[in-house]
């Protein structure tokens, strides 16, 4: 297993399109978060599944995105009607279940995916 | 609500000097801290971690205790090296979550 994978790395889009990202999590890790990165910011938190359910949504996540993990497996998150504010690093992790959220809990990054509106 | 306060960067030193970056947390209950490492080009890795009080996290040569007193988690390495150039990002999951609340990330610059 190499990671957490993503597709694509860079994508640039102009605005009012509709753009779809894929994460692949590391295979036995039943955990799938999406983050978002502006330049000079730390990771903000979008939303996350455990196994197929999407179990929490930050107000970060406007009705334009849309998230699923139709198979507990992979994940997709799409933009609907890019604005020039969406472009940011998408960032991908996963982590194990097991333990209480107090409890040590890793999460593993992909590359992120680079969004760039024109 | 929770957050993450990192010292604002780019920090630059010499090789071989010591390194401290302050991040101070606010939080409900009993939160995990974390440091997190982004090298240029490369995705976040977790560097240390500490999950409950007078924890100390340490890794590669770098070091965080956990204070629920002062609310801090700083980061310190006694000699650090120009393969330590990147951004270092302070991180708690607060209780009852699994999501990450990240600060605003540190840049360190080593020069040779």
């Known amino acids: 297993d190499t990671g957490v994978s993503q597709d694509p790395r860079h994508k640039i889009t102009k605005r009012g399109q509709n753009v779809t990202f894929r994460c692949d999590p590391i295979?036995?890790?039943?955990?799938l978060y999406w983050y978002r990165q502006t330049l000079g910011q730390g990771p903000e938190f979008l939303t996350y599944f455990q196994n197929e359910a999407q179990l929490e949504k930050s107000r970060l996540l406007s009705d334009r995105f849309s998230a699923e993990r139709p198979k507990g497996s992979f994940s997709t998150l799409e933009i609907q009607r890019t604005e020039q504010g969406d472009s940011a690093m998408y960032l991908c992790?996963?982590?194990?279940?097991?333990?209480?959220?107090?409890?040590?809990?890793?999460?593993?990054f992909g590359p992120g995916t680079r969004l760039t509106v024109l | 609500g929770n957050s993450v306060t990192q010292m604002e960067g780019p920090v630059t030193l010499s090789e071989e000097a010591f390194l401290t970056i302050n991040c101070t947390y606010t939080a409900t209950g009993y939160p995990s801290l974390f440091w997190y490492v982004q090298y240029p080009g490369e995705g976040l890795q977790l560097l240390l971690k500490a999950t409950k009080a007078d924890d100390k996290g340490s890794n590669k040569g770098f070091e965080a205790t956990y204070r629920k007193e002062t609310t801090s988690f700083h980061l310190e390495k006694g000699s650090v090296q120009v393969s330590d150039s990147a951004v270092y990002f302070c991180?708690?999951?607060?209780?009852?979550?699994?999501?990450?609340?990240f600060g605003t990330g540190t840049r360190l610059k080593v020069l040779a």
């Open positions: 992790a996963s982590s194990e279940t097991g333990g209480t959220p107090s409890s040590y809990n890793e999460q593993f």
């Open positions: 991180a708690l999951t607060a209780s009852g979550t699994y999501k990450y609340i």
């Open positions: 295979s036995e890790h039943n955990r």
